[in-house]
């Protein structure tokens, strides 16, 4: 079973392969719609079957009145699409909060102080969230922290995590001692940094550092849905090794025609950054000028784009405030602090 959804009266449409639900399917695509139980209890994934065939995967308790019934009333969370189908449903403004006990399968160096944390759901149980959010990783009620998911939502069960490890943090030192098999609770998702599915402009990204975890989640599922839409990274390192994924970016330029990449290490756009021991927030704001003056320089028509900020906090809000202070519109300005 296989189809195409479309939904009125948004417009959006997204695929349905194998067994999934329509709403596990729309989730995937980046679509929050309205739902709460996800097993056929509540109701809330109630929408209305305007043409095509559907087919029950799952039980559900919920009841339909006769009218709902004849109307042509569904429940997304238990049903399949069979063939293309249209679809009446509305949009939901937040996927719901989660907790979702899960285990580590690998943690990997990236480089010398970020690690790659990838945890693995149960199959029953898999974490819905659109790219570019975030989840608080709790370990044992010891030590917690949010971090963004660096992994796209359209492998819901393996969720990978780009963790800078700090000298005397506890939750730090909490992550370095993870074996496989560990278990850690995953909370949520939050966070706006989600791609705006309303907007048709090209998108720059402008990720300093680990800062690249989130915008990988969001360039991997752009990619996975086909966008069209011209997609540009600058990934700005503060060390030598800090592009510790160049070529998975490099591999993005070669299957995807609309991507283009620019790796930037910090001491090139500003001499006097010292990478040593970290880039202080000072060096940061200087950084962040002269990588401002350099996309600005390169980009004519900047006010064309998206513009998508993940990088530590002066980052992110000084980056924010230039393309202000310069008539950006604010809301083709996404931002997330990545610490
Ligand atoms: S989400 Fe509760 S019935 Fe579908």
Redesign the pocket.
């Known amino acids: 079973m296989a189809g195409l959804v479309r939904l009125r009266p948004s417009d959006h449409q997204f695929h349905v392969d194998g067994n999934d639900s329509i ?1 596990d399917a729309a989730l995937q695509a980046g679509l929050p719609l ?13 929408a209305r079957l305007l043409s095509g065939e559907v087919s029950k995967i799952s039980h ?1 308790d ?1 009841v339909f009145s006769e009218a709902e019934k004849n109307r042509g009333h569904i ?4 049903y399949t699409a069979v063939g293309d189908v249209v679809i009446e449903a509305q949009a939901g403004a937040v996927i719901s909060e989660q907790h979702i006990t899960t285990r580590v399968k690998k943690l990997t160096a990236l480089t010398g102080d970020i690690v790659l944390l990838h945890l693995q759901t149960p199959r029953t149980q898999r974490l819905r969230f659109l790219a570019g959010q975030s989840v608080r990783l709790d370990l044992d009620g010891e030590a917690s922290a949010t971090h963004p998911i660096a992994s796209c939502p359209c492998d819901d069960r393996n969720i990978q995590f780009h963790i800078r490890l700090i000298v005397d943090d506890a939750f730090s030192q909490r992550i370095a001692s993870l074996k496989p098999a560990n278990t850690v609770q995953v909370i949520g998702p939050f966070g706006d940094f989600t791609l705006n599915n309303r907007s048709d402009r090209s998108i720059l990204f402008l990720a300093f550092d680990a800062g690249f975890a989130p915008v990988k989640s969001l360039i991997e599922h752009a990619m996975q849905l086909e966008q069209s839409d011209n997609l540009h990274l600058y990934w700005i390192a503060d060390a030598e090794e800090g592009h510790y994924m160049h070529n998975v970016v490099r591999s993005w330029k070669d299957v995807f025609d609309n991507f283009s990449y620019t790796p930037l290490n910090a001491k090139d756009l500003y001499p006097l950054a010292d990478p040593a021991d970290g880039l202080q927030a000072d060096a940061w704001q200087d950084v962040s000028q002269a990588l401002f003056r350099q996309v600005s320089a390169e980009h004519k028509n900047l006010q064309d784009f998206d513009i998508y900020v993940a990088g530590p906090d002066p980052v992110a809000r000084f980056i924010r405030d230039c393309l202000l202070r310069n008539s950006f519109p604010q809301e083709q300005i996404r931002t997330i602090s990545t610490g």
């Open positions: 709403l309205n739902y709460g139980c996800s097993n056929g209890n509540c109701g809330l994934c109630q559900h919920f429940l997304l969370c238990s």
